[in-house]
């Protein structure tokens, strides 16, 4: 919710990034038209870039109904490129009046942002559902806001290792002649392998686990746990990399971590998509107070009317 200390983290990554020598990875999500985006993915194809309120500042103005077809535009852009493999042909911006198309070979553009539930879910509607928007998004629930502390200034520094370790990641740059951009995309492409046989039968176990639940679920269940395993071998990959570096071999630990957040992630969005999801004003408005009333147990009239002031009385 509200007052949990949610700008540190956006702050810490680019503090990381910086320290590791990589500030041009680094970006705020500033950009309210898909010629913008695009523009973004142009100039650094390996970005993160980070939202605060990404529910009303990003998403409400992809998906609301007024949108402009520029904003409503950059969803499509941000399907694709969530959508991407390893090899694939590369990335190809709008083509305009005043301006080719451009190809970009092995974009890997991230959103780091932070939301309460409610805004998120807001901004969204049932169209992101059936369309695989909401499941390209990973979940991390904050924890209620801990009591005033008082933090050594000392303590902000980016440790040493955490900055050699991400710089490690990076393909070196070609003196004086390729940007570090191209070096990255036209690297080749390298797949991570199992630490073991036996582990890769594990994955696939898991991976019917998943398609089992997904089949006995509702329409909602389905599309919200498509990507579970598909999420989960990712963040096992970034884990593994994370532990021991480029050449690192997955373990049962990594996908163990990737398995259980990319399974709790999509719980949440079933559960909080169902009561705080709309497909139209009417039911927006529902929702919120039935949200009220389910908060509360009993609500008198009075109290309804001032926690839901965007309804009128009537």
Aim: aromatic share 6%.
């Amino acid at each position: 919710e509200t007052s949990v200390g949610k700008g540190r983290p956006l702050s810490a990554v680019g503090e990381v990034l910086h320290a590791a020598g990589l500030g041009k990875r680094f970006n705020t999500l500033k950009a309210f038209s898909v010629s913008a985006l695009e523009a973004l993915v142009v100039d650094s194809p390996c970005v993160v870039a980070v939202s605060d309120e990404i529910g009303e500042n990003v998403i409400d103005r992809m998906c609301n109904k007024k949108s402009s077809s520029h904003e409503k535009a950059m969803r499509g852009a941000l399907l694709e490129l969530w959508s991407r493999e390893c090899g694939q042909s590369p990335f190809m911006t709008h083509k305009r009046a005043d301006a080719a198309s451009i190809s970009v070979n092995a974009p890997a553009f991230s959103i780091f942002g932070a939301s309460t539930p409610g805004a998120f879910y807001a901004a969204l509607s049932s169209a992101s559902v059936n369309d695989g928007f909401l499941n390209r998004f990973m979940l991390a629930m904050a924890d209620p806001r801990a009591g005033a502390q008082e933090v050594d200034p000392a303590m902000r520094a980016v440790p040493a290792h955490i900055a050699r370790g991400i710089a490690s990641l990076v393909p070196a740059e070609a003196p004086n002649s390729i940007p570090l951009d191209s070096a990255i995309s036209s690297a080749p492409g390298r797949c991570l392998e199992w630490a073991t046989a036996d582990l890769k039968h594990v994955a696939l176990d898991f991976e019917e686990a998943i398609l089992a639940d997904a089949d006995a679920g509702d329409g909602l269940v389905k599309s919200l746990t498509g990507r579970v395993f598909e999420y989960a071998v990712r963040l096992a990959s970034i884990h593994a990399v994370s532990r021991a570096g480029i050449y690192a071999r997955v373990g049962i630990e990594d996908l163990a971590w990737g398995a259980a957040w990319a399974r709790e992630s999509a719980e949440h969005m079933i559960v909080q998509a169902r009561s705080l999801m709309s497909a139209s004003d009417y039911e927006a408005k529902l929702n919120l107070i039935r949200n009220a009333i389910r908060e509360a147990g009993t609500l008198g009239k009075r109290e309804m009317l001032r926690q839901v002031r965007s309804i009128a009385a009537r």
